[in-house]
């Protein structure tokens, strides 16, 4: 049945669906392991300037946050950082770094 479906479909309509389904497969098995949580007997991966990250906005789908740069580092009394300065092609914003999700670039 699936297949005679297929079958029916243009070959436009099959990229598009290809396409649409590449996203869905980002957004549900990739994007949301950026964004781990670590419990704090767990030492998580540090934030260093200049590392690529998206920000964690809860008004928009994850396949259009913003992506930022970490611009300035703020470290707590125990040297942990947990507020970063992380500048946009239009702003700079001071939030926590659980707003943030950091992209691996090699």
Do not use: C
């Amino acid at each position: 049945m699936l297949i005679l479906r297929l079958l029916r479909l243009s070959q436009f309509q099959r990229l598009q669906q290809l396409v649409q389904n590449i996203w869905n497969r980002f957004q549900s098995e990739y994007l949301y392991t950026l964004q781990q949580r670590y419990k704090w007997t767990d030492l998580a991966e540090s934030h260093e300037v200049g590392d690529i990250v998206l920000i964690n906005q809860d008004s928009v789908s994850p396949l259009q946050w913003q992506r930022g740069r970490i611009s300035k580092l703020y470290p707590g009394w125990d040297d942990s950082v947990r507020i970063v300065d992380v500048r946009t092609p239009t702003s700079v914003l001071h939030q926590a770094v659980t707003n943030f999700a950091r992209l691996p670039v090699q």
